[in-house]
């Protein structure tokens, strides 16, 4: 049997596994939600989830790799208890990173796209944001254009992966995680110099219990534990994956403690780059793709030098959304290379096919078939995938998961704190399998429910 890859550092194993937890939602997601629900006083809330929701399950994750030294295709049928079934819950987990992948690197795309149009220059000093949302639209109808920039992110992103996780994951992705982390500080820094960065800087931070109060406190609630579960891309397998090819020296709640740090200065840092800029020139900041692609594009348009600034913040997004990109890659890579006993060369053509191929109807959904709407009228083919994997897959998966660590037919709770506490660092209290059990899991289950409640009933 040919020995497990593993990550030559532990600087590589922890930017890139806190590459496929950095994405879109610490962006376009969680600076808005901040401000919106009392600036301070919501970072506070967020990070008590945080820890008490996102580490716990990154632990897991982790574990369930680094014990197994397989991906999800084979961990369960390692781990679990002779005779028992676990392991048939790959069969929903495993499509899920193929459904998730299907539609984000088309959303990379548009990234590459912008931040082409940048470099180039090509927005006019003085756009609107009428016309800012009209060349996103313009996008959105056009599928060639969308077809070349996101067949363009995937190649690349399947031509490192070819290369092992060493040389190519390790090698590549490290440096850029870096590039990504010092254009975030760069941009951040600079913020200081906008006239509007005093007012900005308030509005996201400084605790405000009026805007607590009008949302209501309850809402902030699910709010805080929403995005601290869905930041981090727990629930599919995709960072179970790193924990397989991750050494012993520290312990894992060490190393999720850090995904979970660098995950969340970036969300952070993205808030100081997006607010006093919106406040500088005048731009009611939004949620969502709107965010990057209509209230930015406005603001870096109208800004001196806005070109520059422009193209190195869509190189920063591109370079988040790459990571999660290539993270996800590398666990369906890995999953068909263990199932089919096939080469990584073979495994990466067979999957690039196959991506390429999922990858045409949301594509298509946008323009050709954009009168189908799978969730009622306005809704996109885009926003189905998007369901399934937001609102089903990653919380099942996720409470799955804990209870899988906390049952006696499945890793088992010794088997898994003993895992979790292997090398130097913190260790995990071996007194937490209640608040797993009783606590954590029934909290993803409730999180399960609002999202549906938020979707159908609402």
């Known amino acids: 049997m040919a020995e497990r890859s593993q990550f030559s550092t532990r600087l590589g194993f922890l930017l890139i596994a806190a590459g496929c937890a950095i994405g879109l939602g610490n962006v376009w997601r969680f600076p808005y939600i901040t401000g919106q629900y009392g600036g301070a006083i919501f970072v506070i809330i967020y990070l008590a989830f945080l820890l008490g929701v996102g580490v716990p ?100 992103s399947f031509v490192i992966l070819a290369m092992g996780v060493s040389r190519g994951l390790e090698h590549i992705t490290k440096p850029l995680m870096i590039l990504m982390f010092a254009l975030l500080i760069f941009m951040a820094v600079r913020s200081f110099t906008l006239p509007g960065f005093s007012e900005g800087i308030s509005y ?52 999720g403690i850090w995904i979970a740090v660098l995950d969340t200065v970036v969300a952070l840092l993205a808030g100081f780059v997006i607010f006093p800029a919106c406040f500088s020139y005048g731009v009611e900041p939004d949620a969502g793709p709107s965010l990057l692609f209509v209230t930015m594009n406005t603001v870096f348009a109208n800004m001196a030098g806005g070109s520059f600034w422009g193209a190195l913040f869509f190189l920063f997004m591109l370079i988040a959304a790459m990571s999660t990109l290539i993270a996800v890659f590398e666990s369906i890579i890995a999953i068909c290379m263990e199932v089919f006993g096939i080469s990584r060369g073979k495994s990466v053509i067979i999957n690039f096919c196959i991506i390429m191929l999922i990858s045409i109807p949301p594509l298509l959904g946008f323009n050709v078939l954009d009168y189908v709407h799978p969730m ?20 099942l998966g996720s409470l799955f998961m804990v209870i899988f660590v906390t049952a006696k037919t499945g890793m088992n709770w010794k088997r898994y704190t003993d895992e979790v506490n292997i090398g130097d660092g913190p260790k995990l209290s ?12 029934p909290l993803i289950a409730v999180l399960l429910a609002i999202g549906y409640y938020n979707i159908f009933l609402k």
């Open 57 to 156: 399950l990154l632990t897991v994750e982790l574990a369930i790799g680094r014990a197994s030294r397989k991906s999800i295709a084979k961990a369960f049928d390692i781990l679990e208890a002779p005779g028992t079934k676990w392991h048939l819950n790959k069969f929903w987990l495993i499509p899920g990173s193929y459904i998730l992948m299907s539609f984000y690197g088309l959303i990379t795309g548009w990234m590459l796209y912008y931040t082409v149009k940048f470099m180039t220059g090509s927005f006019a000093p003085g756009l609107t944001k009428e016309v800012a949302g009209q060349h996103f639209t313009d996008l959105l109808a056009n599928p060639l254009t969308m077809f070349v920039c996101m067949t363009t992110v995937i190649v690349v």
């Open 204 to 255: 996201y931070l400084k605790p405000d219990w009026s805007r607590l109060q009008e949302h209501g406190f309850l809402e902030a609630l699910w709010a805080a534990m929403g995005q601290a579960f869905f930041t981090l891309s727990v629930g599919q397998g995709s960072i179970e994956i790193f924990g397989s090819y991750v050494n012993k020296k520290h312990t894992l709640l060490s190393e």
């Open 376 to 395: 009622g009228e306005g809704s996109t083919i885009m926003d189905f995938q998007d369901f399934l994997i937001s609102n089903n897959i990653l919380p």
């Open 430 to 441: 071996v007194r937490l399998f209640g608040y797993y059990r009783f606590v954590l899991a």
